[in-house]
């Protein structure tokens, strides 16, 4: 009211300066304009934050809209294995790759696996390492044919066969293949899945480096303790890679290596570690890993990529599953004479499918 009353003397007064007479029209019109006038920079500035406050809810509600989208975007991988997981990367040269499946009495998965692998279009040649006492059925065999062929989606239909072992020994799986095709190998066991995308990029980075490993499964190696000067190494899974950074292995459940390398293991590799993994039932991809790092000096590569494993169980789930991975590796080591692991912290990740590296 004082403010009111104020502005109302003070248009009496410049009316009575102006010789005008005054009257309650000319005073409201008066005053609505004098009002007005000097309002308009309070109400401006009175406005201007509420605009900020608005852009910043604009900006705020966007971030949410972009942040549903990307999180919709995920839930498919979250939720489980897509089957139907599109390949868009057609493999160059070297004419594609064999995937090398290692299976054991668990058919269902075999036929999950073999189904996936034969829609990715980099594929060349599909072979299961059997080794079961009993060859496959029949109705087996022509199951999966069928569903090589059905799901190809290439012109050229993989190659399928069965290598067959009538032993059960873990050292099959790098045995030499007959009329391989393709220089790369990928080593998967068959409850594994790498969607087409992620593998065919795998590829690529193998392309590379095709001396060393790629693979998605790292593992490492770190220096325990020195018993009468001799060093004992401590072998290290995910959790050990993610506090330290490092890693010197890839498992050969999920990894390409160069064919070469098949030839290595079953001919130049030390027997004793043959016996050793036959004994133990454990720690083929160890040796394989550390065969290649002599030959090489080189590390692995790590390839950042999301993998489904559909088994519910495996050696690693066994007790004591890390102890006999720690003797395994610090043997091998003694029979190596020197520690060939090499570490690294390079990780190749596909930059269309990561928004942050």
Not at 22 to 36: L, V
Not at 135 to 159: D, G, R
Not at 167 to 191: Q, Y
Request: a positive charge; glycine letters at 8%; charged letters at 20%.
């Amino acid at each position: 009211m004082a403010a009111i009353f104020g502005l109302r003397n003070d248009v009496s007064t410049i009316a009575g300066l102006n010789g005008g007479l005054y009257s309650t029209a000319k005073e409201k019109a008066f005053t609505r304009g004098m009002y007005s006038t000097n309002r308009s920079p309070l109400l401006l500035r009175r406005i201007r934050p509420l605009l900020g406050f608005g852009k910043f809810k604009l900006l705020f509600a966007v971030c949410v809209f972009f942040a549903f989208l990307l999180i919709g975007s995920r839930l498919s991988s979250l939720e489980g294995w897509n089957p139907h997981y599109p390949s868009s990367v057609s493999s160059p040269s070297r004419g594609g790759y064999t995937v090398l499946i290692n299976t054991w009495k668990r058919n269902s998965l075999l036929k999950q696996a073999v189904g996936h692998y034969a829609s990715c279009g980099g594929v060349d040649a599909i072979r299961v390492v059997w080794s079961e006492s009993d060859p496959p059925s029949k109705s087996l065999k022509t199951y999966l044919k069928h569903i090589v062929n059905s799901k190809s989606q290439t012109a050229h239909k993989p190659n399928f066969r069965f290598d067959l072992n009538k032993e059960d020994n873990l050292n099959n799986r790098f045995k030499p293949i007959e009329d391989l095709r393709t220089d790369a190998v990928f080593s998967v066991d068959d409850d594994v899945i790498v969607p087409c995308t992620t593998l065919d990029f795998a590829f690529t980075v193998w392309q590379s480096a095709p001396s060393t490993m790629v693979g998605f499964v790292p593992r490492m190696h770190s220096l325990d303790v020195e018993k009468d000067g001799v060093a004992q190494y401590k072998y290290g899974g995910w959790w050990s890679i993610w506090w330290m950074g490092t890693y010197s292995m890839v498992l050969s459940k999920a990894a390409f290596f160069h064919r070469t390398y098949l030839d290595m293991y079953t001919y130049t590799m030390p027997s004793v570690i043959h016996d050793y993994v036959t004994r133990e039932r454990n720690c083929e991809d160890i040796a394989m890993s550390l065969l290649v790092a002599n030959a090489t000096g080189a590390p692995p590569i790590w390839v950042k990529g999301k993998i489904y494993e559909i088994g519910f169980s495996g050696i690693s789930s066994l007790n004591g599953h890390n102890n006999k991975r720690n003797k395994c590796l610090n043997d091998f080591i003694s029979l190596y004479g020197t520690m060939p692991l090499v570490s690294t912290n390079l990780k190749a990740v596909d930059a269309r499918q990561e928004w942050f590296w």
